[in-house]
């Protein structure tokens, strides 16, 4: 095993030997490298005041740039990356990047303390050649809070960026980054050591398997979306990990005539496309879990093994029928998703056995599955409670039935009573709000600070009322649409 990781910073290669397995990018940039324009705002991944660029290859040898949140991203997952701050744009000229002269002719800074996660989640978008009309600027400035709220200057900034990003050429940029990326590419475990804490970076899912069986103790890391609050915010300590990034196989998505199989380290941000083609609604779900900083580092496998009752992708996968392949060493087994998960905090995976797909029955048509989340604002929260439906209707009957929601139990869970009230009978208002008694029977949600119990469940009768009424009427009467998609 190599013990050293090595990546780019600004065009500068760094090669580190020993550095604390849970260094976050954020610190070292700071503290080492002295590169202060990325900030700390609020070191759990919300506020984009540390966003940086993280170029790495991609499966199939181009390069794939995203913006990332540096306060929660670990320094051993960054090992065959190229990153740029802030302070890299305009290092080889007096002039300003185009990025950020945007910004200053738009009077797009105030304070100026958020400024450079603004500038570095536009650049990423510049660099991908994304145009950024209105409704594409909210999207990519969605994980970027402004504490002086000048979001109008910014927006006026992404769209002459959007129009600048078209028009430039970019590829001896391209040429330089793509070059400094294979330099890195290697197919060699890595073992980083610092005192007593040790981290594992395998490069294949046999590797993988292999080394958490001899160390089932280790936490695995795939985005740190969840675990980088472990440490920035519980200030775990975390002896032994195993991060996933480099693990290819493990980021495949394959499509055949029967199932859709998502690798467990797809991130949100790789699969959202395949999703929302295949099921429009599930697309509009992945574009409301976090924001985009946060669909590009979480995975959907992390969020289903860390289990949470309130992640949004369970329902979904849930109502579809999915299920999951976990491996220890050289074995593995499938199970259903909804069995996976036993109490709260606690699935179905043992020792040393870790998740290494989803596989999804591409039996539901795409009118079918509806999906809905409940949260206190649009962009980047937490759900309240997130409901999916996937209901068969044939001649006025409903023939099948698949209810699933999170926020309601201490596990992602079906709705038993509903279906079964629902099987068998018409499909009329009268036969919805009869089955709609019987969600109390399926769950006994809690209070707490997003919602009350009283409120979850009548949301969650009324959502079943909103897919009856979906089938009725066009979708554009029933919610608000915007840029091709329902908002839900």
């Not at 910073?9 to 090669?15: A, C, G, Q, S």
Request: charged letters at 25%; aromatic letters at 6%.
């Amino acid at each position: 095993m190599r013990d050293t990781i090595s990546f780019y910073l600004n065009d500068e290669l760094k090669v580190l030997r020993s550095v604390a397995p849970t260094q976050t990018l954020l610190r070292y940039l700071r503290e080492d490298e002295k590169l202060c324009g990325t900030k700390e705002g609020c070191a759990e991944g919300d506020c984009g005041a540390c966003t940086v660029n993280v170029s790495t290859l991609s499966a199939d040898g181009a390069v794939k740039r995203e913006a990332i949140n540096a306060c929660i991203r670990f320094i051993p997952s960054l090992d065959g990356a190229s990153i740029t701050t802030v302070e890299g744009l305009a290092r080889d000229s007096d002039a300003p990047h185009p990025v950020q002269r945007a910004m200053m002719d738009s009077d797009a800074s105030q304070c100026g303390f958020c400024t450079p996660g603004f500038v570095m989640s536009l650049y990423t978008a510049y660099r991908n050649r994304t145009m950024l009309p209105l409704a594409a600027a909210n999207d990519v400035l969605a994980g970027n809070l402004c504490r002086c709220t000048g979001y109008g200057p910014i927006l006026t900034a992404a769209e002459e960026i959007g129009h600048a990003a078209k028009a430039a050429d970019q590829s001896n940029d391209d040429g330089v980054e793509l070059e400094q990326l294979r330099s890195l590419d290697h197919q060699e475990p890595v073992e980083i050591k610092h005192g007593a804490a040790r981290a594992f970076l395998p490069v294949t899912s046999d590797q993988l398997a292999e080394i958490y069986a001899t160390h089932p103790d280790a936490t695995l890391i795939a985005g740190a979306t969840d675990v980088g609050l472990w440490v920035t915010k519980a200030r775990r300590r975390l002896p032994k990990v195993i991060f996933l990034n480099r693990v290819r196989d493990l980021t495949s998505i394959k499509r055949s005539e029967q199932e859709l199989v998502i690798g467990a380290s797809v991130t949100y941000s790789d699969a959202i496309d395949v999703l929302a083609q295949i099921y429009p609604d599930l697309g509009e779900l992945v574009r409301r879990i976090g924001a985009v900083q946060v669909r590009n580092a979480g995975t959907i496998g992390g969020n289903i093994a860390n289990g949470s009752p309130i992640g949004d992708m369970p329902p979904a996968l849930i109502a579809l029928d999915a299920k999951l392949v976990l491996r220890c060493g050289p074995q593995r087994r499938t199970l259903l998703l909804e069995d996976f998960f036993l109490a709260y905090g606690r699935q179905d995976r043992k020792p040393g056995e870790f998740v290494e797909a989803v596989r999804v029955p591409l039996k539901t048509a795409a009118d079918e599955l509806k999906c809905y989340k409940i949260s206190k604002r649009f962009d980047q929260d937490i759900s309240a409670l997130c409901g999916c439906f996937n209901i068969k209707i044939s001649d006025g009957v409903v023939a099948a039935a698949r209810i699933a929601f999170g926020g309601m139990a201490a596990t992602p869970k079906r709705a038993l009573s509903v279906e079964t009230a629902l099987v068998g009978k018409r499909w009329d208002q009268a036969s919805v709000e009869l089955a709609m008694r019987e969600f109390s029977k399926d769950y006994t949600p809690m209070s707490d600070m997003r919602a009350s119990a009283t409120y979850r469940l009548r949301a969650a009768q009324n959502l079943l009322l909103k897919y009856f009424i979906e089938t009725q009427a066009p979708l554009a009467q029933t919610r608000l649409v915007g840029h091709g998609n329902a908002f839900l």
